[in-house]
């Protein structure tokens, strides 16, 4: 006659293995589950990250054209160097009194544009650009005329 103790041990270990196996297998079910929920969250997520770039360059192009149309509207960009106005004024054979006048500024203001202490207004910036298109005669009849 078997070892009725070893037998009712046996039979034990191998229902405990059984409910084991179902238990794990069910966690291994909703593991890997999880897994291929997370994968295609991730995927979404790229897929998203890729959109909203794409979106900040149309945007970032948008804005950079409508800056131009703006642009456009308000005329040319007029650039202002100090070296270069002292340059002209010279070369015209002007004093700083006479480009002021010229202008409809202050020789003060000619010298500080100049030493670069101050920068000209959008006006005056039109002002110099028109007197920069002058020649010398053109502008000693200017000024005589006044």
Known sequence: MPNFAKLLKDEISRVARK????????????????????????RRLAALEAQIKKLAKTTARSAG???????????????????RLRTRRERLGLSAAEMGKL????????????TGKARPR?????????????????????LGGE
């Not at 202008?103 to 100049?114: D, K, R």
């Open 19 to 42: 409910e084991q196996r179902t238990e794990t297998t069910a966690l291994k079910k909703s593991s890997a589950n999880y897994r291929s929920e997370i994968a295609a969250l991730k």
């Open 65 to 83: 054209t409508a800056a131009k149309a703006s642009e456009d509207e308000e005329g040319p960009r007029l650039r202002f160097s100090a070296d």
């Open 103 to 114: 202008v409809g500024v202050s020789s003060q203001t000619i010298y500080n544009w100049e």
């Open 122 to 142: 959008a006006a005056q910036l039109t002002a110099l650009a028109a007197a920069r298109k002058l020649g010398k005669r053109e502008v000693t009849a200017k």
